[in-house]
């Protein structure tokens, strides 16, 4: 049987077929679907949002040591998170097969940073395999948690934004049955005290060589050959791409993209009279094969190391290299196209703090989540955001330094709070510092898709979970002010605010209003602007709200009056809270004559 997958939904079928037990993940694009899809269609297999990325990996290395077949998903930046357990889980290789799938972003198109996370499969010896299709995230995933238990190591499946997110036809398989293992105490090869963790070190170091024969042998790094004098050596994504501007050329597709297969490499180099590597960010492949001794082979000077590759990317590339004579410019670009910058969406209860923090003036030190957006114009109320629950460190060290005039605050948000923010808030009690917190608590993973957390009182699996009362956990952690606020009373921001800042020692706000969209969409009786009233002073735009633009009437000025989209609006207050003229009603007072 054949299915339409994208390759996400593919990793989570091919979890399926390899009969995996449990499987944990936090929610990051581009690799969230994988644990929803596997919640939805496959309850056969456990799976569960952690509070961060360290605790799911380690949650997923329990399983393993228990016996059970276990996968980790996240995005690039969530193996930073759990790096540490990574690293030395190399070391005490599996009981149940394991496999780490890390979706990389390229092109940032919904991340903070562009790495490139091959490397990390080089820098904790681990196998690495590339799917460049839906049909082979899901067979690799199968092959993987073989791999895995035949060389007693985690397998790294790399993923990235255009593999996880594209769809292509998959064969399906049935579950296969693995083997049956059960924890067995041996504290030499799962206690890592320095004594054991050196004998091991050669574990992993031996493992290494058989893993490079391996790397020869896999059906994975395949050669195409078309006659060409010419060889690409390419994988993952970048392969489809080059195959589809110069299908004629010859190939070496890496699938198995660590440790590499150097003697097929040697031939395919040998037998070709010019070699060129195709793979997106980092000259990995590259740099390897180059200081393997084969110094003819060439890549980034072409191809370049910033952004993703695509079709057009790598025609530029081959024409500048001299084997495609011509390129065909498409007639639309992203840079001719009309853009579209993001923006809260209308009715979210982020905008009115940012309102109120922007016109305080005050440093404001963000966080990863839908509030991000208050960087963009016109809101401009966000100073600084490094990566999940950098907020309140930042806005720690700033305080002491007394970096900002007007005081700083730190913004973040219910899911990143659980994720990595209550050790932050936890210093800042212990080391007294002067900082005002702000927990915009929309009661939900919104980011991702509205994800369930554990604040929410729901499970992945749907079933119902205690809730973690934000408030109180604050007020444990030695907090000496918890505020509440209804993020849809702009004046009462204001003062609360002021009022936090002006108090000694940490204090939180909290604000109350859940999410607009998930997990319904709330919409109140809509907002409408009165163009007789309107006075055309642009306070209303300055909120950024979607659902309000421009209309074709204007003052005497020529300024355009505005006007609100009656089917967009949430008739959350905020428009009308700040017009001066009160020229915004709901729309049962709106008498049109």
Known sequence: MRELLSGNEAVARGAYEAGVALAASYPGTPSTEILETLAELFPQVYAQWSPNEKVAFEVAIGASFGGGRALCTMKHVGLNVAADPFMTFAYTGVNGGFVIVSCDDPEMHSSQNEQDNRIYAKFAAVPMLNPSSSQEAKDMLVTGYEMSEMFDTPVMLHMTTRISHAKGIVELNDKVVGPNRKFVKDPAKYVMIPSNARKRHVVVAERMEKLRHFAEETPFNVVESNGSKIGIITGGVSYQYAKEVAPELDYLKLGMGFPLPMKKIEQFVQSHDRVLIIEELEPFWEEMIKAAGFLKVEGKTYFGALGELSPLRVAHGLRDAGIV???DEPVYSAGNMFPRPPVLCPGCPHRGAFMALKKLGVAVTGDIGCYTLGV?????????????????????????????????????????????????????VYNKSNVTVMILDNRATAMTGGQQHPATGKTLMGEEAHTVKIPELCRALGVGSVRELDAYDFDAALAMIKEEMARPGPSVIITNRPCVLMPVRIM??????????????????????????ASHETNKHGHPK???????????????????????ILKSQFVKV
């Open 325 to 327: 004579d011509r390129v």
């Open 376 to 428: 963009m114009e016109p809101l401009n109320a966000l100073d600084t955001c490094i990566c999940m629950g950098a907020s309140i460190g930042n806005a720690i060290g700033m305080e002491k330094v007394k970096g900002s005039d007007k005081g700083t605050v730190a913004v973040i948000g219910d899911s990143t709070f659980m994720h990595s923010g209550i050790t932050g808030l936890l210093d800042a």
């Open 524 to 549: 109140e009786e809509p907002y409408l602007v009165d163009a007789e009233l309107c006075t055309a002073c642009g306070a209303c735009f300055r909120i950024s709200c979607p659902a309000i633009s």
């Open 562 to 584: 505005a006007i609100i989209d009656e089917t967009v609006c949430t008739g959350c207050t905020l428009c009308a809270q700040v017009c001066p003229p009160e020229a915004i």
